[in-house]
């Protein structure tokens, strides 16, 4: 029985059944990197390897590719796609993807319950490609907008090159389908583009993934022998802190902000030191005071008593939240809102 079983369909329940054990257990391993971005991209493994399995199980006639096990796959390629979008926003350090962004495997879902088998019966493969590079595209113009916004300067972090090497993948694996598709009767492009795919992807996973400290090493490297030194922008830094409120938290460490922004510690603090002059500390306890200064003129934070703002801040301590706050500004708090309050 066994040896009629076409080897391309055993690579693939190979590819597949591993792809999805090394997800799981990606969930679990929140240490490698970011949380948002590694359930994410936990998430993009088992939804690959899932599909993987299912295409080995169906062509090599183990499995009729059919009611609930075509609603799961299509349902499953859907959710990869809008996976693949929110793990590159992420990446990128911007908002994650909203609900909106994971309507379509919703709807699909629904319809295929309340319409039934004359709905996702007529879902073709074609249509799951498509709304897959409508993502891609997506997460190619977010990138470019990243680009664009001037925040490539210096080595990119290990995310960064992360999300250049899957948007490159992917729109492999996708032009790969199209010709599939187009072109009529090819046994060989059926075999070949599952293997290509998974091929690709578990050299992306591998590599940058699993080798991660000798691809940031040649990275560093590269970066040093073409400009004869490590320079990295502070500002896109500042933005993110900013932007994402990082400094609201009351235990932020250099070594908790680093794992945040994808950074060794030891980077992170040097980064700090040589652009602002100043310890890991005073450059959060700036993003801090901007904060309760904005909080000491706000009316609906008339009645909030000193004290109360420095925490919402993420100031631990009284004495720290004003030692900061005439450190930038020169006056204590209380001294700032009644200033204000008569000017």
Request: overall charge positive; proline content about 3%.
């Amino acid at each position: 029985m066994y040896s009629e079983i076409p080897i391309y369909a055993l690579l693939n329940l190979f590819a597949g059944m591993n792809a999805m054990i090394i997800g799981a257990a990606f969930f679990r391993l929140k240490n490698l990197n970011n949380a948002k971005i590694g359930n994410r991209f936990a998430g993009i493994l088992v939804c690959v390897g899932y599909l993987l399995a299912v295409f080995a199980l169906t062509n090599s006639m183990w499995l009729r590719y059919g009611g609930f096990l075509k609603i799961s796959h299509d349902a499953t390629a859907l959710l990869l796609g809008a996976l693949f979008l929110d793990y590159v926003l992420c990446a990128l350090q911007r908002k994650p993807l909203s609900a909106w962004g994971y309507a379509p495997v919703t709807l699909y879902l629904l319809m295929s319950v309340i319409v039934g088998e004359s709905f996702f019966e007529r879902l073709e493969i074609v249509h799951l490609v498509i709304t897959n590079i409508i993502y891609l595209l997506a997460a190619l113009s977010i990138y470019i907008a990243w680009i664009a916004g001037g925040l490539s300067s210096g080595p990119r972090p290990q995310r960064v090159i992360n999300v250049e090497c899957l948007l490159l993948a992917t729109g492999i694996i996708y032009a790969l389908q199209f010709i599939q598709l187009g072109v009529a009767n090819s046994s060989l492009l059926f075999v070949a583009v599952p293997i290509m795919g998974a091929c690709i992807l578990f050299l992306f996973f591998g590599v940058f993934i699993f080798f991660r400290p000798l691809s940031e090493r040649f990275v560093t490297l590269a970066m040093v022998k073409a400009t004869g030194k490590l320079h990295v922008d502070l500002s896109h830094i500042s933005t993110v802190i900013r932007e994402q409120e990082l400094f609201l938290d009351l235990g932020l460490t250099v070594s908790g902000l680093a794992r945040q922004l994808d950074y060794k510690p030891r980077e992170l603090s040097g980064l700090i030191n040589d652009q602002m002059g100043c310890s890991f500390q005073g450059f959060i306890n700036g993003f801090r005071t901007d904060k309760a200064k904005a909080l000491l003129i706000a009316k609906e934070e008339e009645q909030t008593s000193i004290e109360a703002i420095g925490l919402l801040c993420g100031f631990r301590s009284r004495s720290t939240f004003y030692d900061a706050f005439r450190r930038n500004t020169g006056k204590t708090p209380g001294e700032y809102r009644k200033q204000l309050a008569t000017a």
